[in-house]
């Protein structure tokens, strides 16, 4: 079955670095568009990057952009969020996603089908 | 970017109906995303697309769209339907993914 297992996370000061990493596994990673989104404590879910299959593409939240960069190795089935500059406003959980995606001649919908179980980040001095 | 609102919370009678809305004008054109959270727990995918429940999730879940809302409807509500639900969509430039605010179901 499809797994997605996140690491990578813990206490880090402000400013500083943390790069988190997601192993994958039970599905064609590498036909897969991979996402990171984050829920900070008490709040909503906010997306914040997305890579496409091949890594040729990669997009952003405007709150990391020029912080965090999202990347993928296809030999090795993992993604990965390398995170600089990180801000108290950082701290959340952070889940890796899949998306697949579903077109009818109505519309299409771009559904996150599987998430990891997330890892916390506390950015805190 | 598009963004996407909710109500924040909607109550309901245990096996009565309840509708989640979620506006946005992106979904005059693509089709909403649905997830339900619980405490400490992943989100889970309950439907997208027109109408469509990823495997495991119950009939009593469905899903339409009208204009600029997405709704997402339980039909028959069970105790373990209380939680957050989340609507989500690409953006206008299709590039960046927007959540809705979430709407938390609570049982009267």
């Known amino acids: 079955q499809v797994q997605l297992v996140e690491s990578g996370g813990g206490v880090v000061q402000p400013g500083r670095s943390l790069r988190l990493s997601c192993a994958a596994s039970?599905?064609?990673?590498?036909?897969?568009?991979m996402h990171w989104a984050r829920q900070a404590p008490g709040k909503g879910l906010e997306w914040v990057a997305v890579?496409?299959?091949?890594?040729?593409?990669?997009y952003y939240a405007d709150s990391v952009k020029g912080r965090f960069t999202i990347s993928r190795d296809n030999s090795k089935n993992t993604l990965d969020l390398q995170m600089n500059s990180l801000r108290a406003d950082d701290t959340a959980v952070y889940y890796c996603?899949?998306?697949?995606?579903?077109?009818?001649?109505?519309?299409?919908?771009?559904?996150?089908?599987?998430w990891g179980q997330g890892t916390l980040v506390t950015v805190s001095s | 970017s598009s963004e996407l609102t909710q109500d924040p919370v909607v109550s309901v009678a245990l096996g009565q109906t309840v509708r989640i809305t979620c506006q946005g004008d992106i979904f005059r054109h693509h089709y909403a995303s649905w997830y339900q959270q619980k405490p400490g727990q992943a989100p889970v995918l309950v439907l997208y697309?027109?109408?469509i429940r990823p495997s495991g999730i119950p009939d009593r879940f469905s899903g339409s769209r009208s204009g600029n809302t997405s709704s997402l409807t339980i039909t028959g509500t069970q105790a373990e339907d209380e939680a957050d639900y989340y609507c989500?969509?690409?953006?206008?430039?299709?590039?960046?993914?927007?959540f809705g605010p979430g709407t938390k179901v609570t049982l009267l």
């Open positions: 989500n969509s690409r953006d206008s430039s299709g590039n960046h993914r927007v």
């Open positions: 039970g599905f064609a990673f590498r036909s897969s568009a």
């Open positions: 697309g027109e109408n």
């Open positions: 890579i496409s299959f091949d890594g040729g593409n990669d």
């Open positions: 996603v899949r998306e697949t995606e579903y077109c009818s001649f109505t519309g299409c919908s771009y559904p996150f089908d599987h």
